[in-house]
Every structure is written in C-alpha cells, then in structure tokens.
C-alpha cells in the first residue's frame, strides 16, 4: 500500500478462547496506538513485529519475544489485520497461544470491522517484490514465490495425491471489501492420519470438530463452507505469514503445496531482498 489510506483500532478489542495447539485458555487484547505498524506487547515493553523472530515448524506460526517467551498460532490474527489494512494497532495474549475461535478470522474479522477507522497516509507504507523471490521444499515438491504485481494477489494449489485425489486450487485478488466473502471464514483443516502423531507432539490439544476440519483418507469431507476451504485456508495463513513483514506486500505470491515453514523463510528473503536489497 501507497501513501493513501489505511486503518487503525480506536477502542479496544478483547476476545478469549482456547488454543488450537495448547488446549489452554488465552486471552487476546488489541488496543488503539498512536504509532504506525502493527505492535506485540508483554509486560509493558513494545516491539514492532517484523522485528521479532518467528518459525512455522509447528503445525502454525510462533512468535518470539526478547524475554525468551512466544505467542503460538498467530497467523489467523495476522491474517484478520493485513485482510483489513489496518495496520496501526498493537495486541497482547494473556497466555501462550492466540484464540483458536472457531478455526478461522471471521469472529476477530467482524469485531474488527466495528471497532477501525481509515486514515490518510503522506508517507510509503508497502514492500514491492521488484523481482522473483522463492524458497522450496525438494523433498515435498512444494514452493512459495512472490513476484512483481501492481496488486497484491494471492494463487494457492493444495495436492494430497492421487491416494486422496484431492487438489485444490484457489486465486484471490485482495480488496479489504471481499477479504471477508472470500478468505475470513475458511477454517484450519487436518487430514484424518495425521492426528495422532500431531497430539503425540503435544500439539493439537485444542482441536474440536468446531474449529477443525478432519480431512478423511477417503470420500467426501463434511460440513465445508466452501468446496475449496482447503485451498482458502492456505490462502488464509499464507496472507498472515506474509503480515510478519509488518508492512502491506504488493506483489503475486504463489504456494503450491507451501505451509508456514515456506511462508515464514519466504517473508525473511523479502525482508533480506526487498528492504535490505541483499
């Protein structure tokens, strides 16, 4: 995004829940700020979050603090944040994880939208992918990429193999208008195989049948709110791992069989490529 308009929180936000991964009750907190970006707060100190560290190899996106502590799970946060353009607001967790709600933004989507306000910007606030930017996975066959766009543009394909014969594929062209239609209400999904050894990690402790979809070894899935929500969901934590910049991207992203672990390396060659021109 270019000088032009943006939002920021003018009251305060509370929502509480349990964690996807942790099963324990967390409490997240968004409060207004006087200062552009957006702002992770503990104990009373503040940092910006494209400075801190972040990893995805936990079945999610982490956080880590200067004092050594992390905040699990904040990609559907993050997600709610950039698909709104409001980048000027700061959050905090009582607790270790961010909400897992309903598996998906929608809840902290629409609280958003009654508690932001647009304002003017005089000044840059964006990364331009200048040129191609990608990382991948040889072993999985799987790649993220970004390359040059006057828009920011989302092209996701998801492949579980011919055992499954499910792929998906989805495009998304962002406007702050369809953010919600299109991407906010698709939830986190796991496939049916998968779930004892992700709770054998201790993972997953906070998983229902309300805010997880269980993807079966064969037939149909149940109760998709769309038929492609798998494709949307990868959409959905990919456009908040991509908020890890702290800024709006304008650019073309492409994930094929990508997860957090590509998105999050993907965002550090942008910082590296885009910002420190490395």
């Known amino acids: 995004m270019m000088a032009g308009k943006i939002r920021r929180l003018k009251k305060p936000i509370t929502l509480e829940g349990k964690g996807l991964h942790t099963g324990e009750l967390s409490v997240l907190k968004l409060s207004p700020t006087d200062e552009l970006g957006i702002w992770v707060e503990k104990e009373g100190e503040r940092y910006r979050l494209q400075d801190l560290e972040a990893d995805g190899s936990f079945r999610g996106t982490t956080l880590f603090l200067p004092d050594g502590s992390s905040i699990k799970t904040v990609e559907h946060l993050l997600a709610a944040l950039s698909g709104l353009g409001v980048w000027q607001v700061a959050f ?10 309903d598996g998906s933004c929608l809840p902290l989507a629409e609280e958003l ?88 990690r201790g993972l997953g402790l906070g998983g229902t049948k309300d805010n997880t979809i269980v993807v079966p070894l064969k037939g149909p899935i149940p109760g998709l709110r769309y038929p492609d929500e798998l494709a949307r969901h990868k959409a959905l934590d990919l456009m908040g791992d991509l908020a890890l910049l702290g800024v709006p991207l304008k650019g073309l992203v492409v994930s094929y069989k990508g997860g957090h672990v590509l998105n999050v390396e993907l965002t550090k060659r942008l910082k590296r490529a885009c910002v420190l021109g490395e």
């Open 92 to 101: 905090s967790i009582e607790g270790s994880e961010v909400p897992a709600l």
């Open 113 to 200: 939208i009654k508690n932001v306000e647009e304002f003017s910007l005089d000044e840059q606030f964006s990364l331009d992918v200048t040129f191609p930017v990608w990382v991948r996975d040889e072993d999985r066959g799987a790649f993220v990429a970004a390359f040059p766009s006057n828009t920011f543009e989302l092209s996701v394909v998801v492949n579980y193999g011919t055992e499954r014969g499910i792929t998906q594929a989805m495009e998304y062209v962002h406007q702050e208008e369809s953010f919600i239609k299109e991407l906010a209400g698709a939830r986190t999904f796991v496939l049916e195989e998968e779930i004892e050894e992700i709770i054998s």
